[in-house]
């Protein structure tokens, strides 16, 4: 509702509105585009998760109702056509990177516009370098709905 608002109060571009989050908004990044795949023009989420995993994210509405090995293709499928980048710590020790590399194996076999970059010796804290890349703002800033 927010977003909606935004976008008919002020000067904006439709086209191109990004949606990324990191940790526990990386994991708010799949839950939101899953349900709103047309408004994004493109996703990125950064050390987030799918699955409810542990006690302390169960409380957590799950991504998607199935909560089972069939989430990740159930949101490859739904997210097929929108540009996404997941990035993630290959060390990180608060969200499990197998969350992130089985989301990016699902976007592949969907055939999905998917980019996955793994930060060799990184822990939880993988944002500083993606929001730091030049590569990635470009690439994000290229991206624009229905394209």
């Known amino acids: 509702a927010a977003l909606q608002k935004t976008l008919q109060e002020f000067k904006?571009?439709?086209?191109?509105v990004y949606l990324t989050g990191l940790s526990m908004g990386g994991n708010g990044t799949w839950y939101l585009a899953y349900r709103n795949?047309?408004?994004f023009a493109a996703v990125v989420p950064i050390?987030?998760?799918?699955?409810?995993?542990?006690?302390?994210?169960?409380?957590f509405e799950p991504v998607v109702p199935d909560n089972t090995e069939a989430a990740f293709a159930t949101v490859a499928k739904k997210l097929a056509?929108?540009?996404v980048w997941i990035f993630h710590g290959e060390?990180?020790?608060?969200v499990p990177v197998g969350q992130s590399r089985q989301a990016a194996a699902a976007l592949t076999a969907a055939g999905a516009?998917?980019?996955?970059t793994e930060l060799p010796g990184t822990g939880h804290n993988s944002w500083d370098a993606a929001y730091g890349s030049e590569k990635f703002v470009a690439w994000l800033f290229?991206?624009?709905r229905g394209k």
Do not use: F, H, L, M
């Not at 987030?48 to 409380?59: A, F």
């Not at 060390?91 to 608060?94: H, I, K, Q, T």
């Not at 516009?113 to 996955?116: A, C, R, T």
């Open 113 to 116: 516009p998917v980019q996955y």
């Open 12 to 16: 904006t571009d439709a086209d191109r």
């Open 47 to 59: 050390c987030g998760w799918i699955q409810r995993n542990n006690s302390w994210v169960s409380k």
């Open 142 to 144: 290229q991206q624009r």
């Open 91 to 94: 060390a990180d020790g608060a």
């Open 37 to 39: 795949p047309e408004t």
């Open 81 to 83: 056509r929108v540009p």
